[in-house]
């Protein structure tokens, strides 16, 4: 296997990875970056309030798997199962239409899109989030964060936690320890509450009573306190990053590994929702298709961190994407 290609498709953005596999010494791989790629498809845009894809939501998406079916021939690898894995997470999973959808996909990729579980999206994630920090402490150097490793997935339609361990714990066959999937992504929250520009007092406080009550479940299930580092990936996580690094465009370089501290995180979090959509779009790292979510995004991320107690999150640029094109060599 020269080449993989990995596609993940939210409720709110569809990415590509193309990587190249390189083989070293023995059995060891490594998975290059080759081509990634990201748009904003809004795939999800209204299913919490009617239940189904709309027309014009499946269509963006399609197009966009268009262009991402020709960059994957186009690098020499062929579609079909044996290179190509898309996976498919919320919105995918609430809609009653969810057939067109992978009816389409399956036409244009030759492969079915697969409508993970939010235990399934939460495990990719976190094998993509943190093999580079294992890696490092494999070969025996110092790496922040430290394990365990609390990864934090703040997609559009819903919220991915999982906790697990380092290299040593992964040897035994322990690598997750808990993972869950809740309802509180940055699209459901926008269109559930955060309908004013900028929101009301009152759609903040109803918003973060929502977030706060799903956060209780999460805490039955995964000891967010026992994390040793929250690492936190995906767009809403990126964008804050580069915001507190005051960066004047995206810098993916520069943002992969940052760690926001809880206090700027606060401090950006109230700025957004206080901020009207036209002034949101005037930050320098923010994508257009982030502006009039951003602030529910970030506000997850807040009660999130602050629900750990932790004075500071990581920011990885490698997520589910990465976990998905892992998964390819791992099963060739």
């Known amino acids: 296997m020269s080449g993989v290609a990995a596609?993940?498709?939210?409720?709110?953005?569809?990415?590509?990875?193309?990587?190249?596999?390189?083989?070293?010494?023995?059995?060891?791989?490594?998975?290059?970056?080759?081509?990634?790629?990201?748009?904003?498809?809004?795939?999800?845009?209204?299913?919490?309030?009617?239940?189904?894809?709309?027309?014009?939501?499946?269509?963006?998406?399609?197009?966009?798997?268009?262009?991402?079916?020709?960059?994957?021939?186009?690098?020499?690898?062929?579609?079909?199962?044996?290179?190509?894995?898309?996976?498919?997470?919320?919105?995918?999973?609430?809609?009653?239409?969810?057939?067109?959808?992978?009816?389409?996909?399956?036409?244009?990729?030759?492969?079915?899109?697969?409508?993970?579980?939010g235990l399934d999206e939460a495990e990719l994630s976190f094998v993509g989030a943190t093999a580079e920090f294992d890696a490092e402490a494999a070969e025996g150097g110092t790496s922040e964060p430290a394990p365990p490793f609390l990864v934090v997935d703040i997609g559009g339609g819903s919220t991915e936690f999982v906790l697990g361990t380092g290299p040593e714990e992964a040897e035994k066959g322990e690598l997750v320890r808990a993972a869950l999937s809740v309802d509180i992504g940055c699209v459901r929250m926008t269109e559930r509450h955060l309908r004013d520009d900028p929101p009301t007092a009152e759609q903040v406080a109803a918003a973060t009573a929502d977030i706060d009550a799903a956060l209780d479940e999460v805490e039955r299930v995964v000891p967010l306190r026992e994390a040793g580092s929250v690492v936190c990936v995906a767009g809403t996580a990126t964008t804050v990053a580069g915001i507190a690094l005051d960066l004047p465009a995206y810098d993916p370089e520069r943002i992969h590994h940052s760690r926001v501290g809880a206090a700027d995180l606060d401090r950006i979090t109230g700025e957004l929702l206080a901020a009207t959509s036209a002034e949101r779009a005037e930050i320098g790292v923010m994508h257009p298709g982030r502006v009039d979510v951003i602030g529910a995004g970030a506000l997850v991320l807040s009660r999130v961190l602050a629900r750990t107690g932790a004075d500071a999150f990581t920011t990885s640029e490698h997520d589910i994407l990465d976990g998905v094109a892992w998964s390819l060599v791992v099963q060739a």
């Open 7 to 117: 596609i993940d498709c939210g409720t709110n953005s569809i990415r590509m990875l193309i990587a190249d596999v390189v083989h070293i010494d023995g059995d060891e791989v490594q998975v290059v970056d080759v081509d990634r790629r990201m748009e904003i498809v809004r795939l999800g845009e209204g299913v919490d309030r009617t239940g189904e894809f709309s027309p014009e939501a499946l269509e963006r998406t399609f197009e966009a798997l268009r262009g991402y079916a020709e960059a994957i021939e186009a690098h020499g690898i062929a579609l079909g199962p044996d290179a190509v894995r898309m996976v498919a997470t919320s919105a995918t999973r609430d809609a009653a239409n969810r057939q067109v959808f992978i009816d389409g996909v399956r036409e244009i990729l030759g492969v079915e899109p697969e409508v993970v579980t």
